[in-house]
């Protein structure tokens, strides 16, 4: 778990198609879309057919890890409202967002934490760890460390 100078965890919201999900990562389990049919992995998450070829997907649990495909540093204090809370990221600059490519194939959005911004690179490896969010069941949001 890591809540890295501050970092806002808003609670998701969590609907029919990403509730699995989100009660996986209160267990610190990181679930990606997978289809059976065509062994294609896939984000987000919570589609119920495969983009490749149209076959009904499932959950997998994925290993977690993963490179940096692309980064930015945001060092510009800013806030956000998700479901009308208001969520001060002020306290967290500079922090890092970034597209992770995961071991399996898909990127995913996200934060790299416990690291200082201008070590941050593309193509160092990564792996998933939790922020809790304190939310209704506590999901936990995933974000990435580097290895």
């Known amino acids: 778990m890591t809540?890295?100078?501050g970092l806002p965890a808003p609670a998701p919201a969590v609907s029919p198609h990403s509730?699995?999900?989100w009660e996986a990562s209160a267990q610190q389990r990181f679930l990606v879309g997978h289809?059976?049919?065509?062994d294609q992995w896939f984000w987000p998450p919570n589609r119920t057919f495969c983009p490749r070829c149209g076959q009904a997907a499932s959950l997998r649990e994925a290993s977690g890890r993963g490179t940096?495909?692309?980064h930015t540093t945001v060092?510009?204090?800013g806030s956000?409202?998700?479901?009308g809370a208001p969520y001060n990221y002020k306290d967290a600059l500079p922090f890092v967002l970034a597209y992770v490519?995961?071991?399996?194939?898909p990127t995913?959005?996200?934060?790299?934490v416990g690291a200082d911004a201008d070590v941050v690179a593309v193509g160092l490896p990564v792996r998933v760890e939790f922020s809790r969010t304190g939310g209704p069941e506590d999901p936990a949001l995933p974000r990435f460390r580097l290895v």
């Open 68 to 70: 940096i495909y692309s």
């Open 108 to 112: 995913v959005m996200t934060n790299i």
């Open 19 to 21: 509730a699995a999900f």
């Open 3 to 5: 809540e890295e100078r």
């Open 35 to 38: 289809c059976p049919g065509c």
């Open 75 to 77: 060092r510009v204090s």
């Open 101 to 105: 490519e995961l071991a399996e194939g």
């Open 80 to 83: 956000i409202a998700i479901d």
